[in-house]
């Protein structure tokens, strides 16, 4: 009979751990990005900068 508070199984985790822990870390990771979506939107994000256009420093001071 073991003691009480030892445990023997062998350490690690089971396979039925890994996946229960996989899950749970999915899961939470959907909601994060559920409720990112749900606050922002989706076209709520700025246009990327177009630096392409810009003028140059040296253009601004020269006419």
Do not use: K, Y
Request: aromatic fraction near 4%; avoid cysteine.
């Amino acid at each position: 009979m073991p003691l009480a508070g030892t445990d023997s199984r062998p350490g690690g985790l089971t396979d039925m751990d890994r996946f229960f822990l996989a899950m749970m870390v999915s899961a939470v990771l959907l909601l994060i990005v559920a409720a990112d979506l749900l606050v922002n939107g989706l076209g709520v994000q700025e246009p990327a900068a177009n630096v392409a256009s810009a003028m140059p420093v040296s253009g601004l001071f020269v006419r």
